[in-house]
């Protein structure tokens, strides 16, 4: 079973048709969004049609759930105004949207639980860093019942394996499809493998590939340049930060 994830598209469609495109090519058997589809660029409706569409299963991320609080306003600050384009009926979408999915996988006798979340499993606004205390992330593993997390929100892709009474358990920030902050301006997403060969008891019995893809950066940042957003978002796109 090939399983892509991806998240943080952040209404940048030149950015989600290149995944899409990219993706056609890895023979996948399955696909989850972690989340922000919304947010920063100018195609909130085009990026959420788009998911639904195609019956992608989706969890929010915390810039969806801005449009819970956000009315319409003559009087727009510029930071809200990506909020604001969407239509009623994305919004509507966005805010039907689970805060987590759970997958179970059995092999023979052993049982591996997946859970998708875009922040953490405790917050869907906690920054999962790389760096995190060890001892922290264990116990929140180990409280969620997840053996493999996968997450989003930080836009910095990266592997953790964590120790846990004689197994290994997977953390993976899965990066940003349409903002990455980790000095590369290509999306990101990732494959994760799991057969009947996979187990806990084996560090790399689980398979996680990270997939940087290009896009026309150009034409989501003047994009950007051409509307009401700050012009910084242009310049984050471009250098990735």
């Not at 085009?46 to 639904?52: C, G, K, P, S, T």
């Not at 319409?72 to 979408?93: F, M, N, P, T």
């Not at 805060?99 to 606004?125: N, P, Q, W």
């Not at 409280?143 to 990266?158: I, M, R, S």
Request: one cysteine or more; proline letters at 4%; hydrophobic letters at 35%.
């Amino acid at each position: 079973m090939r399983i892509a994830l991806f998240s943080d598209i952040h209404a940048n469609l030149p950015a989600l048709d290149s995944f899409f495109e990219d993706l056609g090519s890895r023979n996948v058997d399955a696909l989850y969004c972690l989340g922000d589809l919304v947010g920063y660029n100018t195609w909130p409706n085009e990026v959420v049609a788009e998911i639904r569409k195609r019956g992608i299963p989706s969890i929010a991320g915390n810039h969806d759930l801005k449009v819970k609080k956000l009315k319409q306003d003559a009087h727009l600050k510029e930071v809200d105004y990506a909020y604001h384009i969407g239509s009623d009926d994305a919004r509507e979408y966005l805010r039907s949207l689970p805060k987590t999915i759970r997958v179970h996988f059995s092999f023979g006798d052993e049982r591996i639980s997946l859970l998708l979340v875009h922040g953490s499993s405790r917050s869907i606004d906690e920054y999962l860093l790389q760096d995190l205390d060890e001892t922290y992330v264990r116990e929140m593993l180990e409280e969620a019942g997840a053996d493999l997390l996968f997450c989003g929100h930080t836009h910095k892709p990266y592997h953790r394996l964590i120790a846990c009474g004689g197994k290994y358990k997977h953390v993976v920030n899965i990066g940003s499809v349409g903002k990455p902050k980790d000095g590369d301006p290509r999306g990101c997403y990732v494959i994760a493998t799991l057969n009947e060969e996979s187990t806990l008891a084996d560090k790399d019995a689980v398979k996680i590939e990270f997939i940087r893809f290009d896009y026309d950066v150009e034409a989501a940042a003047r994009a950007i340049e051409a509307s009401p957003l700050p012009r910084e978002f242009a310049d984050r796109l471009r250098k990735a930060y």
